[in-house]
């Protein structure tokens, strides 16, 4: 099995890409070790020591580490634990993978927030998983979208600008009554 890497916008975090289907549908975050238990592979990833962050995509895992920790000195062990598991044949996840969350907006916003969910998962999305992470809709209040960074890109030094000039601009060019788009955090 040969998995490869590459780098995101986020100095802290890698993109393993191991060829082969991680997730069926939807993502996962694991921003703890407790929060990966569910995971089979989030365990073995977290496992290596300097590891805090799992995120798992269809077909590849971002792994975020501490600041004081070398890429070149966990790499090989993130690389062995990703590798163990494919062979394991044990399932990325135990039951089901994370389902869309739940928004909050008015139902007189159904017909925008139907636009912006759209545009998020034809234009934005695919952007955001090549740097390894996802981006997930919260909410829409009086022209204001609420979205969550995810992955690689939660943490990102890049993450507010790339919410603010690229995601803010292309949704208010093609939907009016978006005036701003604000990151929320869980």
């Not at 100095?11 to 289907?21: E, I, N, S, V």
């Not at 759209?118 to 695919?126: C, F, G, K, N, Q």
């Not at 601009?169 to 604000?182: A, D, M, Q, S, T």
Request: hydrophobic share 40%; proline share 6%.
């Amino acid at each position: 099995m040969f998995i490869q890497t590459e780098t995101t916008p986020n100095p802290a975090t890698l993109k393993f890409l191991p060829g082969q289907t991680v997730l069926d549908a939807g993502t996962a975050d694991f921003p703890t070790a407790d929060a990966g238990a569910q995971s089979p592979l989030a365990r073995r990833i977290f496992a290596v020591d300097g590891v805090t962050g799992v995120f798992l995509g269809n077909d590849f895992v971002t792994v975020t580490k501490t600041d004081g920790t070398e890429w070149d000195h966990v790499k090989p062990s993130i690389l062995g634990a990703i590798m163990e598991h494919f062979q394991s044949g044990d399932p990325a996840m135990e039951g089901e993978a994370e389902a869309a969350h739940g928004s909050n907006h008015d139902e007189a916003d159904e017909e925008v927030v139907g636009q912006i969910k759209e545009l998020l998962d034809t234009r934005v999305r695919p952007a955001v998983a090549q740097d390894g992470g996802d981006i997930t809709f919260h909410g829409f209040d009086r022209g204001v979208v609420y979205l969550q960074m995810r992955g690689a890109c939660a943490g990102c030094p890049s993450s507010t600008m790339t919410l603010k000039m690229g995601i803010e601009n292309l949704l208010r060019h093609y939907i009016p009554e978006v005036l701003e788009v604000r990151p929320v955090g869980l």
